[in-house]
């Protein structure tokens, strides 16, 4: 598949235009693309579409619209590229193209084969990578992340042309470039280097007069329009063509120091950064002008201040002056012996002072006349930093730190973030080399996203691939994919990711260290502001500190206002080291954050209210007070946010051998969990119940065997309901809870309908609803039986029958229970007065339960409840909305691994198409449901869609294959005890 973002958005298949959608999305996929292979949020996503005025429906409408733009991108059979993710969408690139991926690659080839004087391949690199241009960049985008967008990649287009120009000029080709350059100065008047460009050519081609007139207009233009003279480039190119000399070169004759070191790294994702910075260099109206580059070891701050240095050589024609000071090492250089050495560099061969103040001296006075370049690398204070800065403002200083050097007032900071996915395989290319086999590029990916896109871990990786083109990159891929020994992976040569992240840590005091371990013992590598409170006993200066040199990174606000932090991956296996054997007492400090994060949860379930009663009878205690307006404010959000901690620290309580914190806290997640969807839940529950059966009370365990059996039936594991179900029963009986019995009888008539035992549920949930005359049975317990009931007798085919006891369900729930829970209810009246021919009111009371489900965000209940309505339209001969509601169901269940259900969606295309009288569409859809029932045993659906296609037999005049389907669904009857009326045929398919 190929998507185009230089020009119009588009995709195409196969030379085929799968359209872009709407205005909304191709916004959308515009985001996703320029994001290719991350998560883009959905709170970002809405926050693009509509900024401050979202609408309170705006989720709704960005599912509909990703919704839309999944299936015009599914127009191409088997390229799945837009994927659903727990927090909103990502887009996967790997194997498709990307025109705006082609044209970063063709100028970063061009760049090289430039540099190389390959002048005559960068002008075809160049020429092919301009030509990928349809129109302007999102040109059918509206909005101001587009305009934004659409400024910065415009600037690389630029950078792309002025490349080509000076190649052009280097080949002897001045009238072209002169041909070439009107049009790119008209659209940017102000870029200086465009009109170097133009004056070099001019005097290329014999038109010397005519470039100094050049000269004289831009000098009049700045002057009037912008208050200015040209810069010192401009000015130091046209007095050389003045005087006569070789433009290329300079009149300068004393020793000029170039001491800038080679780039150790191609600089890879880093040209807008280096713009930015480089256009900043020097700005004028600062006394000394100091540009910082501050981030954790490895990021590549020497690599990209080494880049910038390089690309200012020119404007900097008295020389380039570099020293690494090593402040993030035990032994800091001392400035003044730096002095020493700049002086002999610039000329002064005796008589270097030794007293350091005069040598500082003498060293700006040298400097006072001369544009210089001054790289400090690796400065550990500002104390360094100050003793080295000339006196004047003709020269400008490059700074790279650990830490951020406040001090510095005054001084440009840029923080230097980790490199895209796209950008970080793109130099693991281009150092472990081309050749390479297609099935590598799945395997060089994985070894990025293990190296956390670090440039240093990334460039150690390719250069090891690099040693041995023979090993396959799966190799490397599998001894990285494991947090343990990732770091002794991560070091070739004298290149190595510990030692570099250890110089870091090693300049901390011991509480700041000790703090560091302790983030150690934690999984994951983000947590909120008071987790890291509690770790550090409310010292905010030792979190500080940590932020300070980058071991650790301060995030903006979360969607429920919390502070967050961020380890990376590669330091956070470093902190783990460290915590294995460093840190004392460790037990006590998780179990004190696995309190806390039950503390949070349960609070959050109790306002959430989803409405399963997993939960109740757990004890809520007093949230931490850092976190207790986060939970208040906003549970849901809460709990979206928080999942991955959550999750994380069940495991942890796990670990630690805390079952009734392992129990009570997975009961705390399920209804939020099953009320999202989330996989998690029956791993979270699995996990926590091994642990509650082997050191758990049975009240809890009875519990979790609920929970458990509620996920299992949701997932067609009929295998082991049966088992799960007696086994909650004898605890219940065991245990004498009122409450925990009357629920497991309920679940044993769940269980029974899923199995298929009909009667035998009907009569687990008649004792069910019996059991309910206890006043200790709370409300949910009632409506729960009650609606089991109904739908027991709407599984029987007698639906008349089950609408009192769902409509006393609903009534109950509406009136003193729970949103989520009534909506639920009301799909299991709805589907029965369907079952009892009462359309108009189905609709209206389905309709409802989909409004409530929009507003709780359930996109479960949603999908159900437009399942429910699809089959409304089917009995109103409304097949066209059917389709829609159904195809929008089956994609929420097939996102949710949902199996039973999506093979219930399939039954209903069958019976659509039936109607539609396409008997070979329906046999489709009718077979994919049976293998998806068949897989799971779920006899009584496949005896049911065995009925379906004996139908389809008979019409399509196939009377063996007929008889063939109706033998079997009368066999499962058969052995099921069942008459014909439980198959539940809707009356439209029958005569």
């Not at 185009?4 to 996929?29: M, N, T």
């Not at 713009?275 to 260099?281: D, F, H, L, M, P």
């Not at 989520?820 to 359309?839: D, E, F, P, S, V």
């Not at 479960?860 to 089959?871: E, G, K, W």
């Amino acid at each position: 598949m190929w998507f185009g973002v230089l020009g119009p958005v588009r995709a195409h298949a196969d030379d085929r235009d799968l359209g872009a959608g709407s205005g909304r999305e191709r916004l959308i996929l515009s985001v996703l693309l320029f994001n290719a292979d991350r998560m883009v949020s959905a709170d970002r996503l809405i926050d693009v579409l509509w900024g401050a005025d979202s609408p309170p429906t705006a989720k709704a409408q960005l599912h509909n619209a990703v919704s839309a733009l999944r299936r015009r991108l599914r127009d191409a059979p088997g390229q799945e590229v837009l994927h659903t993710r727990p927090l909103g969408y990502e887009l996967r690139l790997c194997g498709h193209t990307f025109d705006l991926s082609e044209f970063r690659m063709g100028l970063e080839r061009a760049r090289s084969a430039a540099s190389g004087a390959d002048h005559e391949r960068a002008v075809a690199l160049l020429t092919g990578a301009l030509g990928l241009w349809r129109g302007p960049t999102l040109a059918d985008v509206a909005g101001e992340w587009a305009t934004t967008t659409r400024l910065a990649v415009n600037e690389e287009r630029l950078g792309a042309y002025e490349l080509l120009l000076q190649s052009r000029l280097a080949l002897g080709r001045p009238d072209e470039v002169l041909t070439a350059l009107p049009a790119l100065v008209a659209e940017h008047p102000y870029k200086e280097r465009l009109h170097e460009i133009r004056m070099l050519a001019l005097v290329s081609a014999g038109r010397r007069a005519e470039a100094l007139g050049v000269y004289r207009e831009v000098y009049r233009r700045f002057a009037a329009d912008l208050g200015v003279q040209p810069g010192a480039a401009l000015r130091a190119l046209h007095q050389r063509i003045l005087v006569g000399q070789d433009p290329e070169s300079s009149a300068v004759t004393r020793l000029i120091p170039r001491q800038l070191p080679p780039l150790p790294l191609e600089i890879v994702g880093r040209h807008a950064l280096s713009a930015e910075i480089a256009g900043a260099v020097g700005r004028p109206g600062v006394a000394v002008p100091v540009s910082l580059l501050v981030g954790p070891g490895g990021i590549g701050k020497t690599s990209l201040a080494v880049a910038v240095a390089h690309e200012l050589g020119e404007a900097y024609p008295d020389g380039q002056l570099y020293a690494n000071l090593r402040g993030s090492t035990r032994s800091p250089v001392d400035p003044a012996d730096v002095l020493t050495g700049w002086l002999r560099a610039l000329g002064v061969s005796r008589d270097v002072p030794t007293d350091p103040e005069e040598r500082a001296g003498l060293y700006r006075s040298h400097l006072a006349d001369r544009r210089v370049l001054v790289l400090l690398d690796d400065a550990g204070t500002e104390q360094q930093v100050r003793a080295l800065l000339p006196g004047s403002a003709s020269s400008a200083v490059l700074v790279t730190s650990r830490t951020r050097l406040a001090g510095l007032i005054g001084a440009a900071r840029w923080t230097v973030p980790e490199l895209s996915a796209e950008d970080a395989l793109a130099l693991f290319a281009s150092i472990a080399g081309p050749d390479r086999s297609p099935a590598d590029c799945a395997d060089a990916a994985a070894i990025v996203a293990a190296c956390g896109n670090l440039p240093l871990a990334v460039a150690i990786s390719a250069a090891r691939a690099a040693a041995r083109p023979d090993r396959p990159l799966a190799e490397l891929r599998a001894r990285l994919s494991t947090a343990r020994g990732r770091l002794d992976e991560l070091a070739v040569g004298d290149l190595d990711v510990r030692a570099t992240i250890a110089l870091s840590d090693e300049s901390l005091e011991p509480d700041e260290r000790r703090l560091f371990a302790r983030l150690g013992l934690l999984a994951g590598t983000e947590h909120p502001a008071w987790v890291l409170d509690q770790l550090s006993g409310d010292r905010p200066r030792l979190v500080d500190r940590l932020v300070d040199v980058h071991l650790i990174e301060r995030l903006d606000r979360d969607v429920v206002g919390q502070t967050r932090f961020r380890m990376h991956d590669l330091v956070a296996d470093y902190a783990r080291e460290r915590a294995t054997v460093e840190e004392p007492g460790h037990r006590e400090v998780r179990s004190a954050l696995v309190a806390a994060w039950l503390d949070l949860a349960s609070r959050a379930d109790e306002l959430v209210q989803s409405g399963h009663y997993h939960g109740l009878g757990v004890p809520v205690t007093a949230a931490p007070k850092a976190a207790h307006e986060a939970v208040e404010a906003s549970p849901t959000d809460w709990f979206d946010r928080e999942r991955t901690e959550l999750v994380a620290a069940v495991d942890e309580a796990v670990a630690l051998g805390m079952a009734d914190e392992a129990g009570r806290l997975a009961l705390r997640l399920c209804g939020y969990f099953d009320a999202r969807g989330y996989e998690d839940w029956e791993r979270v529950l699995r996990t926590a119940l091994a642990c509650v059966r082997e050191h758990g009370t049975d009240e809890l365990l009875g519990w979790m065997l609920g929970a458990l059996i509620s996920t299992a039936a949701r997932h067609d594991r009929f295998d082991e309901l049966a088992e799960l179900t007696r086994e909650e029963l004898a605890v219940a009986e065991r245990t004498g809870d009122v409450v925990l019995y009357q629920r497991a009888l309920n679940r044993a008539g769940m269980v029974s309908r899923r199995l298929g035992h009909l009667r035998a549920a009907l009569d687990w949930q008649h004792r069910a609803v019996a059991a309910c005359r206890d006043d200790r049975v709370p409300l949910l317990g009632r409506t729960s039986a009650l609606a089991g009931l109904s739908a027991t007798y709407g599984e029987l085919g007698r639906a008349a029958e089950g609408l009192p006891p769902a409509r006393e369900a609903l009534d109950l729930e509406r009136a003193g229970g729970v949103p989520r829970i009534a909506a639920m209810h009301a799909l299991t009246y709805g589907a029965l007065l369907t079952g009892a021919g009462r359309h108009v009111e189905a609709r209206t009371v389905l309709s409802g339960a989909l409004a409530t489900a929009v507003d709780l965000g359930d996109g479960i209940v949603a999908a159900y409840a437009r399942f429910r309505l699809a089959y409304v339209d089917l009995h109103q001969r409304r097949v066209d909305p059917a389709e829609a509601g159904l195809r929008e169901a089956l994609e929420v269940f097939v996102a949710a691994d949902d199996t039973g259900t999506s093979a219930d969606i399939h039954r209903a295309f069958g019976d659509l198409e039936l109607l539609r009288g396409n008997l070979g569409a329906a046999a489709g859809h009718l077979r994919h449901a049976l293998d998806r029932w068949g897989s799971t045993g779920a006899h009584l659906e496949s005896a049911r869609t065995h009925a379906r296609l004996e139908l389809v037999a008979a019409r399509a005049g196939d009377a063996d294959a007929a008889r063939e389907h109706r033998r079997l669904w009368r066999d499962t009857f058969g052995r099921l005890d069942l008459d014909e009326a439980c198959l539940c045929v809707p009356a439209f398919l029958t005569p």
